[in-house]
């Protein structure tokens, strides 16, 4: 009597944690511009109250994200790219709003870096979460139904 063979079931590989190394390099730099520019604005260059103010607390949640930044975890530019923003709202008040022609130019500078890094951190997520159609379903096995949406059987 012959053996039946079994065929290896080809699987889907699992979704990417970290990003790829030009894309986390992008993010990185983009974040680091934003914590600069925001912690340079608020004690340096055109801060609210002479010598400093607490509104360069702000930077506190960009900072939460240091470790996940630095290691490219595609879970943090999710959370981030919501995150920025506020960054985006705050730049457009401010540059709207602030007296000082050094303050709006950083607020606007603010809304660039902010709507830069929400692009490319959408692009790295996007980039990240495309599979070849061939991956997504495994192969077909002699006599079974076709494996419907999410590998369910119709």
């Not at 699992?14 to 990003?19: K, Q």
């Not at 914590?35 to 004690?43: D, I, M, S």
Request: hydrophobic share 50%; net charge positive.
């Amino acid at each position: 009597m012959e053996q039946a063979t079994e065929l290896p079931l080809r699987t889907a590989p699992p979704p990417p944690r970290f990003a790829a190394p030009a894309w986390r390099r992008a993010n990185l730099l983009l974040w680091l511009a934003l914590v600069a520019l925001c912690l340079g604005w608020e004690l340096w260059w055109a801060p609210l109250r002479p010598g400093g103010s607490w509104l360069m607390l702000k930077v506190l949640p960009l900072l939460a994200a240091a470790p996940g930044m630095w290691r490219g975890r595609l879970y943090t530019y999710q959370w981030m790219s919501m995150l920025v923003w506020f960054y985006m709202t705050e730049g457009v008040v401010r540059g709207l709003t602030d007296p000082s022609p050094l303050s709006r130019a950083l607020a606007w500078s603010e809304c660039a870096l902010a709507l830069v890094s929400f692009g490319v951190m959408a692009a790295t997520l996007r980039t990240h979460a495309r599979r070849p159609a061939s991956l997504q379903a495994g192969p077909a096995l002699p006599g079974a139904a076709p494996a419907g949406r999410n590998g369910a059987k119709p």
